[in-house]
């Protein structure tokens, strides 16, 4: 049911093209009726002041200019009315993903896996729908759908600007916090330690040199004996100095609050004995045709032991995740990556590293290839390696 209610937004979506089309071709025909009016007019006016026309002719000119006046009335009134298909941008993307995993610890999985595997995905597909619906109100819309899973609405949000630099931002979005920048397929390990999606309002300021954003909004885990009302806090500020440097810092209030669930409480409806912050740091530099991304995401403080203990070693654990890239631009249209990355306590490896391709093969089309290679956080010393070649469009 919810992919057969995608399948028909992304249809409403493509058949608004020609009703476009059909309201610009009938304000062409109006405006050469209008051209033959004027001409006409002018023909009048001309056989009005010869003494030598007769009163035929200028009746009949004067009959052709009302005949003339009368269809214009009538694809006036075919015209589609002014509305708010004017002022919606439809967006999209589609990826598809050819993997090859090897995974020395296959085995250990109830049941056990095979240690070599590939197969070819649909891994990602969004349709985003932006309507203006007047100089300082927008509305935002999308929905997404990734690897089998249901469709959703991944973010609904309302934004409200002035002429200050000010904005609010009301609805479900990814909370600012964490910058993410990757030039990669798989997702950077600060991404799955610390992206939260949440409903939320969100203060924001922004000028040429910095933004800043403040926002509130009731977390999934609360502290327990604390009610269930708004009271977690996500902060953000970005700066950059000058063109291709930036660089920030964010801070939330929960960091069990993120989707990586850390603590369980989340899927579980629990509560956690302590709330503990989370902070990143980041930055994102371009000098001629190299670009370096930087980000470091932690825990503010250790968990407590019955909230989080990573390798059940009765200690008490304080996850982070730190991403570094370099990616060299080769013309226009293609890019060459590496990276390096690791964890600590944040989930199932100790680091990675990688290297990437892409390519814009056709406007709005792209190729990209990708290795990975991870070694587990168990001291085991097994790898976790996979070749992915991915095609996606972007319109």
């Known amino acids: 049911m919810e992919k057969s209610k995608f399948i028909v937004a992304l249809l409403m979506g493509f058949f608004l093209v020609p009703q476009l089309s059909f309201a610009e071709s009938l304000g062409t025909k109006i405006k050469r009726l209008e051209e033959k009016i004027t001409k006409l007019e002018e023909a009048n006016t001309k056989s009005s002041n010869l003494e030598t026309d007769s009163d035929l002719e200028v009746e009949s000119l004067g009959m052709k200019i009302t005949s003339l006046e ?234 407590q032991i019955a909230d989080f203990d990573a390798n059940t070693d009765g200690l008490r654990d304080r996850p982070s995740a730190t991403n570094v890239e370099l990616a060299l631009a080769i013309g226009d249209k293609s890019e060459v990556a590496v990276r390096w990355e690791e964890s600590d306590e944040a989930g199932s490896f100790e680091d990675r590293m990688g290297i990437a391709a892409s390519c814009e093969v056709l406007k709005g089309t792209t190729v990209i290839f990708e290795y990975m290679s991870a070694e587990y956080d168990d001291d085991s010393g097994d790898d976790y390696d996979t070749i992915t070649a991915e095609l996606a469009i972007e319109f």
């Open 70 to 303: 009368e269809k214009i009335a009538k694809l006036e009134a075919e015209k589609p009315k002014p509305g708010i298909l004017e002022n919606v941008s439809i967006s999209g993307l589609i990826e598809i993903d050819a993997v090859s995993v090897k995974d020395d610890q296959a085995a250990l999985l109830v049941p056990p896996a095979s240690r070599d595997t590939s197969d070819i995905t649909l891994s990602t597909v969004e349709l985003g729908i932006d309507a203006k619906v007047n100089d300082n109100v927008e509305g935002h819309i999308l929905f997404l759908y990734e690897d089998d899973e249901d469709v959703v609405v991944d973010e609904g949000t309302i934004t409200i600007t002035s002429d200050y630099g000010i904005s609010l931002t009301a609805g479900k979005m990814y909370v600012p916090f964490g910058m993410f920048n990757s030039h990669f397929i798989t997702d950077p390990m600060t991404l799955d330690l610390g992206e939260t999606r949440e409903t939320a309002v969100v203060l924001g300021y922004s000028n040429d040199v910095f933004e800043l954003s403040v926002g509130v909004y009731n977390g999934d885990v609360d502290e327990f004996g604390d009610e269930d009302e708004i009271g977690d806090v996500v902060a953000s500020l970005t700066i950059s100095p000058v063109e291709g440097f930036t660089i920030g810092a964010s801070y939330i209030s929960d960091m069990a609050d993120t989707d990586n669930d850390i603590t369980g409480a989340a899927g579980a409806a629990l509560p956690v004995a302590d709330t503990n912050d989370a902070y990143s740091a980041f930055l994102s530099a371009t000098l001629g045709p190299l670009t370096l991304e930087l980000e470091h995401l932690s825990a503010v403080e250790d968990f």
